[in-house]
């Protein structure tokens, strides 16, 4: 296969899912959100939004929109979450004057780690990059943003996940845990 | 019909050993319900059988294929989401898909439950697919042995013997079916009830009653033969006649054309053939 055919693809979108599976996926993403944001309104104020994070949404596609996924299981999301966010805080601590080359940096060496340790979850390079482009409250936290909110977010979510896709008899999670 | 053809999977034409293995290993039991048409343990071995084959580098015609609709005719229904039956194409196992994974270099985006049950759907899909396009005139026996209506018992059977086949059919002049006749008939008529097998002809003459070859040589083809026949047309798929026959339990049927008359007849033994030989003679 050349080159240019190489970008034609080789195949086709896999199938549609069901209905019922697009209204679990929407009502267990919500649930999920919900309880990172009412824990959020609960404890930390209503105006600071310092528990959630854009990735947690990212996140959520996978533990609710495809949760037989490979990258969807606790192993690649608690994993992927803690260890790009530590990831993204160090090298923002090293290239803190060069912010373009920190995220580059931040979210490559995220994808290789995670690799590495077997424990890839796409939005775990958003944690990454979050480090770098999340302002001065985020810059403020240091090594404590891996922990919070990063690790407190992903058990909420986690918790959520489980109760919810095991309720039902058409869903459960996870595949595996280690 | 069904009832009259308990003779085992119609090795009416010389089949290979590797077959005839089966046959001794495992008697074909006809009530088996998930496999009507080999008992599950056969398979595995005709599955191994097909590797071999393909292993061996010859080249295999896809219908061949359809030797696994005879292990399984029920096989969609049989085959749960998670739970899979004996007639699985390959006892493929967790380990096997993770080794398989790991040769592959890129990230695979599929946990090794998610592809077992994906690849059985696909297995079953393509064999159905396969077998649809095959037409029974492509694996029937055209030269056949048939019998007149008003043919003599003695003439059938000596026929029978003769060609070592455990059935035949009956045409009229114009040679279109009528009946099939089969060995099980005979032994009927012997005993005189139903579903009589040698063993009670043995004992029924060795208690010297009702002994009788008498009925056998007074009557014709016409009395010991059963009707209606089933037959089948010779465009019609292989899938198609191999889920007839399991759900019939029959054996072997004719094969007609257009206008009804025979064009050839279609067996298990003939389907199997083909499966083992790879088509070729």
Same mark, same amino acid.
């Not at chain 1, 055919?5 to 697009?22: D, H, I, T, Y």
């Not at chain 2, 003439?155 to 279109?176: C, F, Q, R, T, Y």
């Given at each position: 296969m050349n080159y240019f055919e190489k970008m034609k693809g080789v195949s086709k979108s896999p199938p549609a899912v069901s209905n019922l599976e697009v209204i679990l996926s929407w009502f267990g993403a919500f649930l999920g959100m919900a309880g990172i944001g009412l824990i959020n309104y609960l404890y930390m104020g209503s105006q600071e939004n310092s528990l959630m994070i854009a990735s947690f949404g990212a996140s959520a596609v996978l533990l609710f929109g495809a949760p037989k996924s490979p990258l969807a299981q606790p192993r690649n999301f608690v994993g992927g979450h803690i260890l790009a966010a530590f990831i993204g805080v160090a090298i923002g601590k090293v290239f803190v004057t060069q912010p373009w080359f920190a995220a580059s940096l931040a979210v490559s060496t995220a994808i290789a780690v995670m690799h590495l340790t077997r424990t890839l979850h796409p939005p775990a390079g958003a944690t990454a990059l979050n480090a770098i482009i999340g302002g001065t409250k985020v810059h403020q936290l240091g090594f404590a943003y891996p922990l919070f909110p990063v690790a407190v977010g992903v058990f909420i979510l986690l918790a959520v996940a489980l109760i919810f896709n095991n %309720?039902?008899?058409n869903r459960r999670y996870p595949e595996f845990w280690l | 019909m069904s009832g009259t053809e308990q003779t085992n999977t119609a090795f009416d034409h010389p089949a290979s050993d590797s077959v005839k293995g089966h046959k001794r290993k495992t008697p074909n039991r006809r009530s088996h319900e998930a496999c009507t048409w080999l008992p599950e &343990?056969?398979? #595995? $071995?005709? !599955?191994r059988e097909r590797l071999l084959i393909l292993d061996s580098g010859q080249r295999l015609p896809h219908q061949n294929i359809v030797t =696994?609709?005879?292990?399984?005719p029920n096989r969609s229904k049989k085959m749960a989401d998670t739970s899979f039956n004996a007639c699985a194409p390959v006892q493929i196992s967790d380990d096997d898909i993770f080794t398989a994974m790991s040769e592959i270099s890129g990230y !695979? #985006? $599929?946990t090794s439950s998610d592809f077992k049950e994906l690849y059985l759907k696909a297995y079953e899909h393509a064999l159905s697919r396969l077998t649809r396009t095959v037409k029974v005139k492509e694996v029937m026996t055209t030269r056949v042995i048939t019998a007149k209506i008003d043919s003599s018992l003695e003439n059938v059977a000596g026929l029978m013997a003769e060609n070592h086949i455990s059935g035949l059919p009956v045409v009229d002049e114009k040679g279109k079916p009528l009946g099939i006749i089969s060995e099980r008939d005979f032994l009927e008529v012997m005993v005189g009830k139903k579903s009589a097998g040698l063993m009670e002809i043995i004992v029924q003459c060795l208690g010297g009653r009702n002994c009788l070859m008498a009925p056998v040589r007074v009557k014709s083809a016409k009395d010991l033969m059963t009707m209606p026949v089933i037959i089948v047309g010779g465009d #019609? &798929?292989?899938d198609d006649v191999s889920n007839l026959f399991a759900s019939k339990g029959i054996n072997? %049927?004719?094969v007609v054309d257009g206008e009804g008359r025979m064009i050839g007849i279609v067996s298990r033994g003939d389907l199997m053939r083909a499966f083992v =030989?790879?088509?070729?003679?």
């Amino acid at each position: 296969m050349n080159y240019f055919e190489k970008m034609k693809g080789v195949s086709k979108s896999p199938p549609a899912v069901s209905n019922l599976e697009v209204i679990l996926s929407w009502f267990g993403a919500f649930l999920g959100m919900a309880g990172i944001g009412l824990i959020n309104y609960l404890y930390m104020g209503s105006q600071e939004n310092s528990l959630m994070i854009a990735s947690f949404g990212a996140s959520a596609v996978l533990l609710f929109g495809a949760p037989k996924s490979p990258l969807a299981q606790p192993r690649n999301f608690v994993g992927g979450h803690i260890l790009a966010a530590f990831i993204g805080v160090a090298i923002g601590k090293v290239f803190v004057t060069q912010p373009w080359f920190a995220a580059s940096l931040a979210v490559s060496t995220a994808i290789a780690v995670m690799h590495l340790t077997r424990t890839l979850h796409p939005p775990a390079g958003a944690t990454a990059l979050n480090a770098i482009i999340g302002g001065t409250k985020v810059h403020q936290l240091g090594f404590a943003y891996p922990l919070f909110p990063v690790a407190v977010g992903v058990f909420i979510l986690l918790a959520v996940a489980l109760i919810f896709n095991n %309720a039902l008899k058409n869903r459960r999670y996870p595949e595996f845990w280690l | 019909m069904s009832g009259t053809e308990q003779t085992n999977t119609a090795f009416d034409h010389p089949a290979s050993d590797s077959v005839k293995g089966h046959k001794r290993k495992t008697p074909n039991r006809r009530s088996h319900e998930a496999c009507t048409w080999l008992p599950e &343990s056969n398979c #595995d $071995i005709l !599955l191994r059988e097909r590797l071999l084959i393909l292993d061996s580098g010859q080249r295999l015609p896809h219908q061949n294929i359809v030797t =696994t609709l005879l292990k399984c005719p029920n096989r969609s229904k049989k085959m749960a989401d998670t739970s899979f039956n004996a007639c699985a194409p390959v006892q493929i196992s967790d380990d096997d898909i993770f080794t398989a994974m790991s040769e592959i270099s890129g990230y !695979l #985006d $599929i946990t090794s439950s998610d592809f077992k049950e994906l690849y059985l759907k696909a297995y079953e899909h393509a064999l159905s697919r396969l077998t649809r396009t095959v037409k029974v005139k492509e694996v029937m026996t055209t030269r056949v042995i048939t019998a007149k209506i008003d043919s003599s018992l003695e003439n059938v059977a000596g026929l029978m013997a003769e060609n070592h086949i455990s059935g035949l059919p009956v045409v009229d002049e114009k040679g279109k079916p009528l009946g099939i006749i089969s060995e099980r008939d005979f032994l009927e008529v012997m005993v005189g009830k139903k579903s009589a097998g040698l063993m009670e002809i043995i004992v029924q003459c060795l208690g010297g009653r009702n002994c009788l070859m008498a009925p056998v040589r007074v009557k014709s083809a016409k009395d010991l033969m059963t009707m209606p026949v089933i037959i089948v047309g010779g465009d #019609d &798929s292989v899938d198609d006649v191999s889920n007839l026959f399991a759900s019939k339990g029959i054996n072997r %049927a004719p094969v007609v054309d257009g206008e009804g008359r025979m064009i050839g007849i279609v067996s298990r033994g003939d389907l199997m053939r083909a499966f083992v =030989t790879g088509g070729q003679e």
